[in-house]
C-alpha cells in the first residue's frame, strides 16, 4: 500500500503533480457505487461481513481503514473522469481495479473503479459511448463481466495470455500478448491494434488502465517491458486518444515488486507519459 504514497512523492519531486493540479475526490456516493455494484455486496463489505471465502478470494485483509482506502480511490476514479471532461486529459494516483466482479472481489480488488466510473457517465449523459482500455498485463476480466451485453460500455484488454486468471472471459475485445514479449513485440502489438479499434467505435471517452505489471522485473508479469517500453506505451495510447480529441482518465492498475519504491516509479511513467504528451500538444 505504501506504493501510493511513494508515487505521489516522486511526482511532486519531478514538478508532475503539484499544488495547482491536485485534486482530492469527495467520500464516494454509495448510490454511484451501486448502480454498478450489487447492493448487497457493497454493504457486506462495508460493514465487515464478506465470509472468509469472500476474504481470501480479495487477498486483503478487511479493516476499517481499508474501507476507507477502497472508497476514496474509486471516488478518484470518478474525480478523474470528471476532470478529463473539462480538461482532456487527467490522471489518477491510484485506480485500475479490474478483477473486481458486480457482486465479488478478486485480486486484490474489491470495487471496480473503472466500471462504476463508465457506469456513471453514461448514466448522468456525459458519455455515450465509453471505452475502457486497459494495458495490464492481466486481463481485466471483472470489467469485461460488468459489459456483457451492453454496446455503451467496450472493454478493450491487452493481456499476457499465460497469467491470471486461469478462465479468460470471451466477451468484449482481447488481444493476447505473448509469454516474455519485451518492448518492440509489445509496441508492435498495440499499434497494430488500437488505431483500428479507435476507429472502428469511435468512444467519446476513454478509461486507460496503465498496469505496470508488463514491466519485465514484476514478480506477476510474465512480460518483458523495460520502463523506456513502458513510457512508450503509454504515450502512444494518451498520444492516440488526444489525437482523435477524445478525454482520457487514466489509472495506474496493477505493479507488484517487494520493494515498493520500484513500483511507485514504475507507476509514475504513466505520468510521465501524460506530462509529455500534453506539453507536445498543448504547450
Known sequence: ?????????????????????EYNPEPLSLTTLMQAH???????????????????????????WLVERTLRAVSGTLLTSELALQHGLA???????HHAHPASGSGFCIFNDLAVAAFNLVATNKAKKVMILDCDVHQG????????GREDIIPVSW???ENYPAIKKTAGINILIPKGAG????????????PNILQEHQPDFVFYDAGVDVHQ???????????NGILERDKYVINACMTLNIPTACVIGGGYDRQEEKVAWRHSLLHQAANQVWNEQFI
Open 159 to 161: 493481456h499476457c495470455e
Open 183 to 194: 518492448d518492440s513485440d509489445y509496441l508492435d502489438i498495440l499499434k497494430e491494434t488500437l
Open 38 to 64: 450489487d447492493a448487497g455486496y457493497v454493504q457486506r463489505f462495508i460493514r465487515g461481513e464478506l465470509t472468509p471465502l469472500e476474504v481470501k478470494e480479495i487477498g486483503l485483509p478487511w479493516s476499517e
Open 91 to 97: 490522471c489518477h494516483l491510484a485506480g485500475g481495479t
Open 217 to 227: 522485473d514484476d514478480r506477476l508479469g510474465y512480460v518483458n517491458l523495460t520502463d
Open 141 to 148: 476480466d471483472g470489467t469485461i463481466a460488468f459489459c456483457e
Open 1 to 21: 500500500m505504501s506504493k501510493f504514497r511513494f508515487l505521489a512523492e516522486i511526482l511532486r519531486e519531478q514538478g508532475i503533480l503539484t499544488n495547482e493540479n
